[in-house]
């Protein structure tokens, strides 16, 4: 028998493990297939949370050591709020008829996939790779993380602005908080590489 | 399935998120403060007390990941809704 698992150590933790959780609670207040059409842009958008998982993750093969942990910390929460806005798009459309989705505008969306979920912004186009890039260089990547992350900040605002489901807002804040709260880390990172560099420089 | 679940499922799943986020911040803090102690000292009582209360959560609504103990002996399953369904 093997003894009680200690607990991962920082660094250790080199597979993703699902966690049947959200990290914040998501309620919708109506069925609402509009407002889901607008969301979605947050779903397979150039500024969306899946765009954004797969930036960062990516970057970390090639960024130096200091910020791979930042890095992979973040690229895996942008997964967690891509399953919430995956919940919401779920919640708001899982009842809506056929004739709801045609007026709310996805009615070619209904024709192609039903009701499920697809990586698309808000105006139908598929998603692609091509929405972010992997320069190599350290200040580079980081300085477009930290675009990416207002980016976002601001749609979230767009799509607060547009909603009138106050519970959802609610979520909605949280997640337009957490883009700030990246993009701050950012920032710190980059000081943290530029410190580094300029310390290569004193002999 | 939704808004089916007993009032505990709430009340213990929120406080599961609420526990989680301020290791989330934490560690994320932690990743450019590498070495505040102050704030490791948090994220290591956080954490002990994170694992605590999702035991406790597991035992009465199923595992929460991979790894966990299955308390029904006769049948393994992702047992209970999935986040997007309550």
């Known amino acids: 028998m093997e003894g009680p698992v200690p607990f991962p150590q920082r660094g250790e933790e080199i597979v993703w493990i699902y966690e049947k959780k959200l990290q914040y609670p998501v309620k919708v207040s109506t069925c609402n297939p509009t407002l889901a059409k607008y969301l979605v842009e947050q ?15 990516n970057q970390r093969y090639t960024i130096p050591d200091k910020v791979i942990g930042l890095l992979t910390d973040i690229g895996t929460e942008e997964f967690a709020h891509l399953e919430m806005i995956a919940t919401m798009i779920y919640k708001l459309t899982k009842d809506a008829k056929p004739q709801a989705l045609k007026e709310a505008g ?5 024709v192609q996939h039903d009701s499920a979920l697809f990586y698309n912004n808000a105006a139908g186009v598929p998603f ?3 929405y972010f890039q992997a320069k190599g260089d350290p200040i580079a990547d980081l300085y477009e993380d930290i675009a990416a992350e207002e980016k976002a900040r601001a749609t979230y605002q767009w799509i607060i602005d547009m909603s009138d489901d106050t519970d959802l807002n609610d979520s909605l804040r949280y997640l337009r908080e957490r883009e700030i709260v990246h993009s701050q880390r950012f920032r710190e990172a980059v000081e943290i590489l530029k410190d580094e ?6 002999f | 399935m939704a808004n089916t679940m ?4 709430y009340q213990q799943l929120e406080e599961i998120q609420a526990i989680d986020f301020v290791i989330d911040e934490l560690v994320l803090y932690l990743d450019t403060h590498p070495t505040d102690q102050n704030a490791i000292q948090q994220y290591n009582h ?6 605590q209360i999702k035991q406790k959560f ?11 103990v299955n308390h029904q002996q006769d049948y393994w399953a992702w047992s209970g809704p ?3 369904q309550v």
């Open chain 2, 46 to 51: 956080f954490a002990l007390y994170s694992k």
């Open chain 1, 197 to 202: 560099r300029d310390r290569q420089k004193i």
């Open chain 2, 58 to 68: 597991e035992e009465s609504f199923g595992p929460l990941q991979k790894g966990s």
């Open chain 1, 128 to 130: 692609s790779a091509t």
């Open chain 1, 106 to 110: 996805l009615g070619e969306h209904y």
């Open chain 2, 82 to 84: 999935w986040p997007w």
């Open chain 2, 6 to 9: 007993p009032i505990e499922y």
């Open chain 1, 43 to 57: 779903y397979g958008g150039a500024d969306g949370e899946l765009a954004a998982a797969l930036r960062y993750l």
